[in-house]
Each structure stands twice: as structure tokens, then as C-alpha cells.
């Protein structure tokens, strides 16, 4: 049986990264990918594993004992939230304002739950009242899931007041901070989130692959407290504590991505000499240089001004422009990816990231530049 | 909220893998997980995926369209091989020669699957003549399932008779590459296996965190043809294919580990480069080399000579040794790794891995060499 390809090394173009995610990586997160793999029961990879949770617990902004990452990406990190919080008949309550909304829908009735939905504009933050009055319609519901920072519209939702109103009315949270940890305000135990979910490729700018995750003290004893079995056998907290919990008594539960954590602990270490509160304003000063640059371009944000994300700029497609000639001649000039739209976006709109070590004056001004040229000349 | 513990860069040791897995890593396929990251959507990558699907089709000596790597741990490549072939009431007969067909059942039991269990012994490859009596008294069994080699205790079972049994009972099959793919003999389609997961981080020597897997036609005529949805979204073939199924109409599924697939990359292209059937008969070679060595010191395999694994050699510890000191010594005195026993055999055996990159003359003379210094003097 023979090859149907012929095939050679495979040596990437040199991109800059100002879509939705992967960001790019700093050469320091680079180098620690490539280090001498160890054994994943090796003493020195257990220590390096308390580390890593002491550093993601600072991300996070938590004390949550129970705070790793998850050895799989954001999408399956969303599903350990469910599949473990998630039992047969539970009612979640899930407000949509993009396509994230529409994927924790099917993950609560894969996990046979019943979904109750509450929309949003997409392009807008999830309104609060509307989340109350679904609370109060639906006395028996569990859980609240919602996205904290929607990465195919470019909005910022409240968790604070969101987590408290479910709190108020006796549910639980999920809530997916795919895209903010790291890049605006979150703090965990401050606003009381119960179960948190994230990803390393974003604005921790570690290579894309990991998920970084937070369960509350409340979260783990609704998980403890399940009468049917978590339904995925990788995903079940239970037995995925066993070897995260380190303290010398770890079992083998799956081999971890060595080298992946090896560089998600030099993402996490360069967030902590930056400090947590300066990254969430470095996320914030240069959106405003690249918010004066699109808007002098003519484009307009798509998001309410007090609903937007930093770390992503959705913003309209001048009129009459070949949205996708540009998106291909921004890749092939200048080496520089933006995002398309997603869903009914799709064609509509541009998805401008600043995420993590992406996030940086070279990058508005290139980006600026870039779309100028193109805009007249492509 | 501040840190608990003193960070700093993270230096691995640098070890000598002869563990059960992850094994060493050529020079070359760490070069290439610290590449530059591009967009998990971006031209470039969609060709590499290609690529791999291709180089991944020669490993497994397969000519299914549906393989690819699956953007997680072998552990979750089992987990998406029984979410989306069983279904709620399925009778599954697993073969259990060792702790994964333990996992196997978990799985099963997950699904809401019914788990008909076929024992051997540990240490033992599968007996056909038992499946075939499992297979006369369940009739309405839909699948088979065993580990072709068995990590846990270095057996080897004969995929080919195995499978061929399944078929004529009219079942289709889940098999356990983990540790066999690029390391012994596995012809997926000659043997007629219907859904096969493996590792990248054992005979592969890619770094861990990648499941490769394979679909034939009738196990994903089974998954197009379900009654119920799959239970995970992220496992869900229906949805991850429309991610790698490549030719131009690619969508969004999850953000693919864009970094560890350069490396699986590079290793699968060193695979091709050996050729398969050297890359077979090399393990072969030293373990025999290997083997002569070990009993030169007094050691036991566990499994019988015609059952054996080259790539993980299961020894017994002699007597009055202390087998923790000896294994802390070889990882503190000669940087060697070697794996301690799993389950019922945890402290009774060693497993020594010659997997991949890590088979070599210089490991074997190594390992031999520095047993034979610990036994003596530890």
C-alpha cells in the first residue's frame, strides 16, 4: 500500500496572526514546545503541573482547587462543563448571542437536558433582564450558560451581574471565556462562576490545542452528587482529578500533551511578570489605536461601544469591497490574517483580533496599513 | 489575588524514554512543533491535513477516506471510536487481556451500550476460540472490540484472526492500535478492522496529545445510519469531518492543535521515509537484542515468546529488589525512564518500551547497562 501524495518537510509561511484565533506565539512559548519531552508521570512533569494550576488559578482570577487544563481544545473543555455538570432532565437555561450559544444548546441536549433559550441580537451582549425573566418563568431550571466574550460577534456579555442573577434565583453557571482569559477583566471567584472553560491559542497566546478550566466548590459537589455516570469516560472530572490532583498519589488517567503544557506554562509565567490588570489594559489601549484606524477607513463595529471586546474588532465590510480578494490579498501581500464572519455574519463582516502577544503596535499599525492598501488597490 | 508558588522557566531534564510511552522525540519533529503557528484555516494547513491523512492511510495500511488525527489523547480517539459505533443497547463483546479492555468497557457502559466481557488472561494475547464461543452465544452482538497491543502487559494478539471472526458473526470491530501503529505489523485493510485508534506518542515518537484513527465504509455506514445523536459533540464524526475532509469546503469545527500536528507531520514523514516494513522489523531487531540482555540479568517476560510485543517488553522484577529504588535510581543516576507495572501487576513487573525514535542499539545497550549497574548495586 503506497502513498497517494508525494510529500516533503513542511515549513510554514511566517504569518501574523489577527483572526479569531490561534495568535501569534512569542518566541520564549516557541522554545518551550520544542524542549526534551519528559514522561507524563515524571516526577519533574508532576511539579510542573502545580505550577501550571497556581498560574492558571492568577489567570482566572480563583482559589478553585479544582483548576487545570484540559489535555484537549476549548471546544471539548465547553463539553467537560456540560457532560459533568450537565445530568438527564436538567434544565439549563442558555443565552444565545452567537454561534457559541448555539453550540452549548447541542451540548446540553447531547447530554439529554433540556435547553431553554434565551436570545440576543447577535452583535450585542446578553441582556440581563431577559436572563431574569427566564429565571423567574423557569423556577426549576439548574443551570445558566452563557459566553462571557463572543468570539464570532466581538461582544463583551456582564458576567458579574449575569452570574448573579442566576445565583439569586438557586442555578449554577457555565460560562465559556474562550476569549477573554487573559485579555479583559474576569475574575472568577469575585463574580461567582461555578464552571469556566477556556483556550490557550487566544489571548494567553500558547499554541491552540488546550483547554484551561475552573470548577467551583459548588460545581464539584453537583458533580459529586450525580446519580448517573458523567457520560464521557476522558471528560469525567472524577477520574481526570485523580491525576491532575498531584500531592505524590497520582493515578494514570490519559497521557498529557507534554510539550504542549510545557509551553502553556510559559504563556501563563509571561501573563504573570506582565501582570494580570496590565495585559487586560495593553488589550484595551491598542483597540483603541486600531478602532481609529478601521473607523478612518470607513468601517464601522458592529458591537455597541460599552458592549465591545478588546481583543476582538468585528467590523462591517466597506460597501462594494470583495470581502474575500481582500482577506486573500491581505494573506498573500502582507502575510497577515484577519477573520471572516461566522454563520449569518458569514461575508458581512471582519473579525480583527488582538489576542495575547498579537496584540501590539506593529500589529495595529501593519494591520491599518494593510487594509488601506488593499481597500484602494485590490 | 496573587500567586501561591515561586515561578520560573520550566528546563526539563533531559531523559532517555523507554517507558511505555510518550517516547523520544527526533531532533527533527521537535524542530517542527516550534515552527511558526498559522491559522488552523489558512490554505497552508488545509494542504499539510492533506498530507497527513495521506501519510496517516500508509501507517495504517488503509485506503479509508476517513482517517485523520483526532485533536486529542488516544484515550479520547477510544472514546470517539465508541461514541459514534455504539449505540443506547448495542451489544458490544470486548476482548479484556489487560487495563484496556478495562476502559473499553467504561466506554461501553457510557454509550448506555451493553458490555459483554471475553477474559484472557493478563499477559496473554486474546483466544480466538473464546470470542468465537462469545460470538455463538450472542447473536445479536453488533460489535467486537480488543486492544491489538496491550500496553499494560506487552501482548500481542492477532488482529487479522480476530477481526475475521468478528466479520464472519457479522459484527464490525474497535481496535486498540495505541502502541502497535508504526511499531509491529497493523494492516487495517487486509485485515477488514472497521474503526481503529492509536497514538501519536509511542511508536510514532510524535509528541503525545494526537489520536490517530480510521473509519472503513461500513463502520461509518453504521454512524451515518444511527437512530440517536452521537453522545459528544467534539467526538461527533458527522462534524469533525466537515473539518477534515479538506477540498476546498473545510468548516469550522474546533481550533485544530495547529503545532502538534507539524510534528505528527514530520514524524509520519520520517515514517514513510524508513518505509513501514523496516520500521517493523527494526523493533523486532532490538527487542530481540534487548531480550537477550534483560535475561542475561535474570528477568522473566511475563508473556509467552509467540505473544509478544517488540515495543513493550514486560519483564518480571527479581527477587529481594526493591523495584521502586531501582527505577528512581535508573531516572536519577542515567536520566532512564522505564515504566512500572499497571493494576494487578504494579510492583510486580517492569515494562520497557523500545518504541519509534526511542528503538535504538544506544538504548539497548543503555538500559541493559544501567539495570545491570542498579541491580547490583542499588
Redesign the interface.
Known amino acids: 500500500?503506497?502513498?497517494?501524495?508525494t510529500?516533503?518537510?513542511?515549513?510554514?509561511?511566517?504569518?501574523t496572526?489577527m483572526?479569531p484565533?490561534?495568535s501569534?506565539?512569542h518566541p520564549?512559548v516557541?522554545?518551550?514546545?520544542?524542549?526534551?519531552?519528559?514522561?507524563?508521570l515524571?516526577?519533574?512533569?508532576s511539579n510542573?503541573m502545580?505550577?501550571i494550576k497556581?498560574?492558571l488559578?492568577?489567570a482566572f482570577?480563583?482559589?478553585n482547587d479544582v483548576t487545570f487544563p484540559v489535555?484537549?481544545?476549548?471546544?471539548?473543555g465547553?463539553?467537560i462543563c456540560f457532560a459533568n455538570l450537565v445530568e438527564p432532565g436538567d434544565k439549563v437555561i442558555i443565552c444565545r448571542n452567537g454561534v457559541f450559544g448555539n453550540?452549548m444548546e447541542?451540548?446540553v441536549?447531547?447530554?439529554r437536558g433540556e435547553a431553554v433559550m434565551v436570545d440576543d441580537e447577535w452583535g450585542r451582549a446578553v441582556d440581563p433582564q431577559k436572563l431574569e425573566e427566564a429565571l423567574k418563568a423557569n423556577p426549576d431550571a439548574k443551570i445558566v450558560a452563557f459566553v462571557h466574550a463572543e468570539t464570532s460577534t466581538g461582544a463583551s456579555s456582564d458576567g458579574k451581574t449575569l452570574a448573579a442573577l442566576a445565583k439569586q434565583y438557586g442555578c449554577l453557571t457555565i460560562v465559556d471565556t474562550v476569549t477573554s482569559l487573559g485579555g479583559s477583566e474576569l475574575?472568577v471567584?469575585e463574580w461567582g462562576l461555578s464552571a469556566v472553560y477556556s483556550?490557550s491559542?487566544k489571548c494567553l497566546s500558547a499554541?491552540?490545542?488546550?483547554s484551561p478550566v475552573t470548577f467551583s466548590a459548588d460545581a464539584i459537589e453537583k458533580i459529586k452528587n450525580r446519580k448517573t455516570?458523567?457520560?464521557?469516560?476522558?471528560g469525567d472530572i472524577n477520574l481526570v482529578l485523580s491525576y491532575w490532583t498531584g500531592s505524590g498519589k497520582r493515578s494514570?488517567?490519559?497521557?498529557?500533551?507534554?510539550?504542549?503544557m510545557?509551553?502553556l506554562?510559559?504563556a501563563l509565567?509571561m501573563l504573570?511578570e506582565e501582570g494580570i490588570e496590565k495585559a487586560w489594559q495593553r488589550h484595551k489601549d491598542h483597540h483603541l489605536q486600531l478602532k481609529q484606524g478601521l473607523e478612518n477607513l470607513g468601517m464601522q463595529f458592529i458591537v455597541p461601544e460599552a458592549e465591545r471586546l478588546s481583543q476582538l474588532n468585528a467590523v462591517t465590510i466597506p460597501e462594494d469591497k470583495n470581502e474575500m480578494k481582500i482577506r486573500s490579498g491581505l494573506?498573500q501581500k502582507y502575510n497577515l490574517?484577519i477573520g471572516a464572519g461566522?454563520g449569518p455574519l458569514a461575508g458581512k463582516i471582519w473579525r480583527i483580533g488582538l489576542m495575547g502577544h498579537s496584540c501590539n503596535q506593529k500589529n495595529v499599525t501593519l494591520c491599518t496599513e494593510a487594509l488601506a492598501d488593499l481597500l484602494q488597490n485590490a
Chains 1, 2 share one sequence.
Open positions: 500500500m503506497k502513498l497517494e501524495r510529500h516533503k518537510i513542511f515549513n510554514p509561511p511566517v504569518r496572526l483572526g484565533g490561534p501569534d506565539i520564549r516557541s522554545a518551550a514546545l520544542a524542549k526534551p519531552v519528559i514522561g507524563h515524571d516526577p519533574e512533569f510542573l502545580e505550577d497556581d498560574l488559578r492568577y482570577q480563583t482559589k489535555s484537549a481544545p476549548g471546544s471539548m465547553m463539553e453550540r447541542e451540548n441536549k447531547r447530554m475574575r471567584d483556550g491559542q499554541p491552540p490545542g488546550i455516570p458523567v457520560q464521557s469516560w476522558f494514570y488517567h490519559h497521557t498529557a500533551p507534554v510539550n504542549a510545557y509551553s506554562h510559559e509565567l504573570a494573506l490574517e461566522l
